[in-house]
């Protein structure tokens, strides 16, 4: 493990990062337990993702906790994950506040029930301020949704005539997305096997580096996340220049 730390290149880590955390159902029934079960358990990988990440001094991790097609799941496993979602920010509050994290979030918040609404909003309000790292939970997300949302509200601005059609660009639509206050994404991960983006971050992954791991996310610690940067940071991203520019210049 202390070897793995040594072989983080601190200069060269990821900005943001981004993870599908998959595999809490298949997790549950492998110990022959409910699907639920397994929702509980990702919390102490959630804790110790987020705590590993600060340490290391990144300075953005995006969680996909619901995505908007999650609700079609049955009622009791939905029902399941909201309460869960209640009640880890409620006893998550004064750890977040201890340790300087920034809560945000991402998706159709007005979708959430309205307890769920109440604790994000009071748990974003009380961590506004803090500075070490901006963890973002992704609530009924769905990036298709965020983009028909983004065109719908630069639309707007059209008819009404504030703004300019020849002064859409990048910017714009990146600040008409929920995640206009966070930067682009450098390094997904995808925990459970599965190699798929799942409505995930479309527009924010356009360069970002994808890493799948067979680990199921209930058992995902800081070993695993150390593995994801490693590799990271064995790759070059070009950004559509050739290797011999991108060493010129280092
Ligand atoms: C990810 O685990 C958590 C959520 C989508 C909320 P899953 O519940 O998708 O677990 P698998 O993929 O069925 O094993
Ligand atoms: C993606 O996982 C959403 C979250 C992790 C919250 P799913 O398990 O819902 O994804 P698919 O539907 O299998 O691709
Ligand atoms: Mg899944």
Redesign the pocket.
Known sequence: MEEKLRSINLHKKPNHIAII???????A?GKGMQ?VF??RN?LTAIRETADTASDLGIKFLTL????TE?WNRPKF?VDA?MSLLVTTLKKELPEFIKKDVKINSIGNISSLPKNAQKVLAHVIESTKNNKKITLTFALSYGSREEIVNAIKNISKKVVNNELDVEKINEKVINNHLYTFNLPDVDLMIRT?G?QRISNYLLWQMAYAELYFTEV??PDFRKEHLFDAIIDYQNRERRFGKTSEQIESDE
Do not use: I, P, Q
Request: avoid cysteine; hydrophobic fraction near 35%; glycine fraction near 14%.
């Open positions: 955390m998959d595999g809490n159902g298949r997790w029934k699907r397994g929702h990702a996909y906790a619901f995505s999650n496993e994950l459970s599965e199921l996310w």
